[in-house]
């Protein structure tokens, strides 16, 4: 058997490559973040991998009066998990949204057009059911938040889906806002699509109108 380290600073990704057309856990190469490590084994025509997490943190970013939160999506991996708690906007009444580059973070796509996303949600003041069909310049990822209520945040989860050149990158999310009653209960699921079908390669966390206050974002590769 052969251990392997990435000892690299965040960001960083080592990839293992079989000898020709070795596969590695039935794929041909595997990605390894820092930090992580891997022991291989040869089957004689194929290795196997072993010790690995099916969530390997990316990155952690804090939120601090910030106008948006970026990460680049590391190379290798087809599907992530974004986690993101205690949000809290500047501006009342404001939301989540994410949207997508095709080129490492240098520009995102921001048209009126270029997302699709459908999305379920409570409505405060009397907890009935509510959806939408959109065509907007995000994928909206929770409820508006309410910033008179100090005790109200926001929380949720979103799996993205990268794309492949062919089908279109995919946003499912699920988010909630919540005080210490029920009248500012809020609970939203979404789901949306780039509306191209090239592969992407970073996103971008940003409300619907001013900065987020507070807010810990999490991105994890799927594996």
């Known amino acids: 058997s052969i251990q392997v380290i990435n000892g690299g600073t965040t960001g960083a990704v080592l990839t ?5 057309s070795e596969t590695i856990n039935g794929a041909l190469t595997l990605p390894l973040l820092a930090g992580e490590s891997v022991e291989l084994f040869n089957s004689g025509a194929a290795w196997v991998a072993t010790g690995l997490p099916s969530l390997a ?3 952690r970013q804090t939120a601090s009066a910030s106008a948006q939160i970026d990460f680049v999506l590391p190379s290798g991996f087809s599907q992530f998990e974004l986690d993101f708690f205690d949000v809290v906007p500047a501006t009342d ?3 989540l949204g994410l949207r997508t580059s095709t080129d490492s973070g240098a520009s995102f796509a921001a048209g009126g057009t270029d997302y699709n996303s459908t999305a379920f ?3 405060p003041a009397s907890n009935s059911m509510t959806s939408s069909n959109t065509t907007t310049s995000s994928i909206i990822l929770g409820p508006v938040i309410d910033t008179a209520n100090t005790a109200i945040s926001m929380s949720g989860r979103a799996r993205i889906y990268v794309g492949n050149g062919t089908r279109w990158a995919n946003v499912v999310a699920q988010g909630s806002n919540l005080d210490n009653g029920t009248a500012l209960l809020s609970m939203w699921q979404s789901g949306g699509h780039r509306a191209n079908t090239t ?3 970073a996103i971008r966390l940003l409300l619907s109108t001013g900065n987020i206050t507070n807010g810990t974002f ?3 590769a799927v594996r």
Not at 16 to 20: K, R
Request: charged content about 10%; proline content about 0%; cysteine-free.
């Open 16 to 20: 293992i490559d079989g000898n020709a």
């Open 57 to 59: 943190l990316v990155r």
């Open 93 to 95: 009444g404001a939301a």
């Open 121 to 123: 949600s409570t409505l």
């Open 199 to 201: 592969q992407i390669n």
């Open 218 to 220: 999490s991105l994890y």
